[in-house]
């Protein structure tokens, strides 16, 4: 799972044991990781013990249900996105669709963004498809 909401937690129920990863890039860094970049390099030690224990208390959660969890510290690099695609080409990352919406049907696009405002959108990304000419 890629998680760029900062929500993975509350699907490790879900995810497939011994082989589920999760990869957040919008959780807090570990303290560790934070003092590897050199900008980041003077952060207090109490801050950087903080932000250590909360990475260990979410690697725990994640082992629990047998999943592997990582932070990707991105820094805005050509890298890191050819990391991440790396990720998306092997397909160890693949998105959960959970509606497919054609744009062009306001009725359908207000529907969904109903939904998703009301949170109830169910699993799954809502995705609006676009015509084949753009307009």
């Given at each position: 799972m890629f998680d760029t909401t900062g929500q993975?937690?509350?699907?490790?129920?879900?995810?497939?044991?011994?082989?589920?990863?999760i990869v957040s890039i919008s959780t807090t860094p570990s303290g560790t990781q934070m003092q590897g970049i050199p900008e980041l390099s003077n952060v207090p030690f109490v801050v950087s013990t903080v932000l250590d224990t909360l990475d260990s208390v979410r690697k725990w959660r994640a082992r629990r249900w047998k999943v592997q969890y990582e932070y990707l510290f991105l820094e805005l690099k050509s890298q890191d996105?050819?990391?991440?695609?790396?990720?998306?080409d092997d397909g160890k990352v693949k998105p959960v669709v959970g509606l497919t919406v054609p744009f062009e049907d306001i009725e359908q696009v207000r529907e969904a963004a109903m939904t998703t405002y009301q949170a109830k959108g169910g699993l799954g990304k809502t995705v609006f498809?676009?015509?084949a000419d753009g307009r």
């Open positions: 993975s937690m509350e699907f490790l129920s879900r995810m497939v044991p011994e082989t589920g990863l996105l050819d990391e991440l695609r790396t990720f998306v498809t676009m015509p």
